[in-house]
């Protein structure tokens, strides 16, 4: 899927802009579908998926009305143009000390520039239909946070592992050093406590009664991306702890085979009787593969970034949070009687079946805040 | 319940203690039931229940056999000396500014002191059998730090919305003021962050075979309360960022019904014009209650140290943690072929039932690390 | 000095108030000096100084001259009232277990009325001249964070010796146990971190020309006080972690009297054979004075808004940082030519004398951005 | 100067070493000099220096005394092999789009392995004093740390000015625009914070009396350069907070002449109407190259690793804080007598000229724990 347009003047609305093509718009319609132009600026996996889901970045307000479209696209539509790096590092092999595992599961984010892309009406789902356009955008949000916590939750799987891994070569057992066992206990916390706000957001999914879908719950949706986002450039920080230094001063791959080095570097850089040099050195550049190099940053930035800003994840939780029915639970225990509240701004967000007599809210049923009703689109 | 003996000496074990009185033991056995001495030290909520569970409050050795005591003791039985500082603030009263949260809901945590207690052998549970002490501690304290999740969210839900009354009632909405609304959504970040960790236990608990009830999954819970245990601090740092420096300058309650000032107090000190004097000062004293008093701050300690201080919970997430699955993972996309495994201390935390083809693991199926078989007493 | 005025209605400024009391203000000018009127809400040492200087807490503007007020009023001046409650706990003994800090060094902070105070001129600094407004209170601000890390520190140096007095007394030597060492070197930590930015403050001081006077460096004032506002509340928490729970359960002083229970009490809640009880209870409660108590919370609520809260700190850390210069710096890198910089709002904040040759500044020498010279007053 | 040695089996001294080229050590004495052998391994620089500053790498015991040496070598003296990746990017030009800094700035850590090499006695400082070999270490060390502060400072100015110009290249002003000014001002905080633990360092440097050379302030230097060890991580995610996700998805360099793209990017990837493409490209490969990179990372983990690693520079705090002295001053407000201090462990470290009447320190005077007395030679 790609979402996010290239935006030129962060000033002005998608109609304002001066060159239109920082956004997707549609710039002809006829009886077989639309044509559309613009460009998509971050998109992940551009280069090796089969077809492009273009969706609105945005609310579109009805003068943006050409720019709410949203439909599926082929790679290879004559008109598009990737823009991206090469994923991983496809070239390299591990003979010659290619990292193990960003040669077969490097990522790459491209700029995608559609020139009059024809998109016939079976693939288009919105086109000029800018009431739905904020919706659109949301919907597709909470589902590509929710699911950024799980994939994130794998990368925190595989920080762990290497960071015991690298312990074990430097001939250290973190359940003996309470300097190493402590910040492997942290990068757990971290990494299951946002995968713990994925499990509440399935647990408080609600199931949509025309598509059958689930939608997950988005306050624990948009904690758990928000966590992820900031906490892991933590995660780096706390396997290259337990790790040591060793990453930076790692000689390269072409030493591995050097007849002038290879043989005393295997037997002075070896630190647990049981761990050859070559298993050592082995662990030691997939942690700098995965946290110490572009990919591993890529990681980082892609997870701050990716899916929305923490600024934007900062506004759906105060969007969806039923504050209003905290505030509800300390009046009451203040008690003062019922307020009026009509232009109260900090009632407005209350929870659907919650401060009833039995309280509780259980699984299946809506926990938050529901969604806001889509206006009628105007005639 | 109440685990937590006085511990006397740190550096001995129970039945070294030169005052043995500092652990509960039995000092006493005959027909009808044992008779227990010793002191329990950190019991929440002593003088107002109606029955303590008494528990070892750590595994034992044989020779501390004595010690491994559990039974059911009414606070009223003859021997039970409970040393108490008042709940709440019991003798205050509304009218005259106590506060309208702990004139209620106050709680006390005091030292047991029980001298020759007698218990009947069918409220005894535990009188001896050592081997089942450790067990007993960590499934207790499983369930103590599961339940402590739900008890600070609510706590995280009453300074949520004292927050945004406080707000109301300075006439500033979070909505417009970023410096109001960052701060309430780290509030709501904390708080639904470790209250997801509670949930994810619950979702991954596991039914024992014999007594049906659900033991809530350990790494979850101990993450949670981890996570309440030093954020509760930020907590009240949040609560008080949004409200402002009044709550310190409160007049006090003899100042309301003061005819030299109560007037021209209640006309300076408004801030909202919606929002009468009386109003704005109830709410500020009810997060000077909840966050800046006496009762406010046994809040926070008894978050950090009850059901076990941080050290305690960190043991108990790497104990149960599966870092050895999290390694098999690495090890295999490093293509490493199966390495003789006796002896490494890094893979013996194992997660039953994944790193399969499948993979993935399901509600009520064991998640983490399952809990060591007990070993068969000794004769 | 008291600065904060009670404010009133905040999205109004000072002479658009319905009520002009809540602001501090001249309601008449005569040959002999002026009258002033309204509210100063939150004053440290209200009731236990020998004269205010009122001083406004704002900039102001030309329709606000009257609020634009700075003059020395003694503290029972005719008109005068102050509304505090009492500082530390006065009434209390030793012998009846009063804290055996805040019966001697409690503060107060309180709301001060000013109805028709009169003020000679030989006592007035400021009395309409509303273009100074704003650099008075910037000034005040600057000296008043700058002290505020000083007077933090010295609490930091409570916690710190009161937490390993602790552990002592519990029978724990941080020295060998990393889980009380850890957190004990972080409180030093933050002490000594903020402690570091008071210090640069001086040592980048500039002396005014025609005063005399230093005026600490402000960048470092203010991060040195953002630094202790924030980090009070993990200074108790780390407090409360070297602790341990006792300081929750502590029998009241009422039981170190009781004969029922204070022979038992001795005995069993006694840790380090070498720490008799009541020395034990006695650094018990200083903690539990420091950090736990309405005093305690004082102290971080007080640091927290006192002289700025984090979001004023903020906005001055931005105003007075030479931004300008690291651009500079930057394009010097990318070996960009010399920009055209009119209107550039990210190069107007630079660094006298930096960037040149020589490059380093030296104590004495202005450090950052220059105080805006003030405009001329308008006639 | 290259201090850490290879180390191989971490929990054997190094005389006790299988393999004892993991530690330098003296394998030759005769009239002229020293021959050593041995393996330093994370030397930073190691490829561009003229001279190796071979010092021991930690304290060592009468039976590790070939270990303790010390001793100045030239980088092509016989003998000396460097082991090291080149630094930063020489091969790259800017015209094929290689990054403006590390095409210039670039830093290599490597491996330098000593085969019998000569040293003569002019140029050996040490050989064999094995007592002295912790405070050769430690003076170091402390040196390490403090400079270290100032070049990550340095770092850190780098990201502040890339931070704002990636931010008007976007089109925003974080004057205007909160969510970019506040993580630009954690930016500032955490860069002065620790900055200003450097200046703290200096101020209270003591001054030797033999060499006439200044020892920085120990725990100011160790504190400063813990906050930067940790703390870069939080750089970088608050470098890329600001800048945004256009890093990722950035074009390749090779783009930059691709006719069929080059214009059309230039289009649609500007923001500002007054920043052109190429100069927002820049930008934005220039913080890439500091912080998205291998480069990037390699100054994350020297900064947690060089110079010691957390673990260390918290050990250092410990030992060198006159913990002692605030104990006093808490006893003293207990108005405890003096007591007995033969053995507390808490009271041993105190600071010299402090607690007394005048109470303040003065820059020159010492500040923290004197040094450790050197013992005198066993002979």
Known sequence: MLTTDAKGDRSKRPNQQLNQDVYVHIVERNEKGIVITGTKAIVTGAPYVHEFLVMPSRNMREDDADFAVCCAVPVDAPGVTIVARPAGRPGEKPEHGAPLFSRKYGQSTGVVIFDKVFVPWDRVFLAGEWEFSGDVTYNYATHHRHSCIGARAGFGDLLIGA??????????DPNKKANLRDPMVELIKITEGFYAC?????VYAVQDLYSKTFMPEPVYSNIGKLLLSTQIYDMHRLAHEVSGGLIVALPGADEDHNPATAA?????LRANPDVPYDKRIEVSRFIE???ASYQGSWYSLISLHG?????ALKQEIWRNYPVGSKVELVERLMERGVLAEDNRAITKNKQPGRCCDAGCSQPGQQFMVPLQEIKKKSV
Chains 1, 2, 3, 4 share one sequence.
């Open 163 to 172: 960071g015991v891994l690298m312990c074990e070569a430097n001939g250290l």
């Open 198 to 202: 994925g499990v509440a957001a399935s």
């Open 264 to 268: 005393t570097l295997a037997e002075v």
């Open 289 to 291: 593969d995965l946290s």
């Open 307 to 311: 899916g929305g800003s923490p600024t």
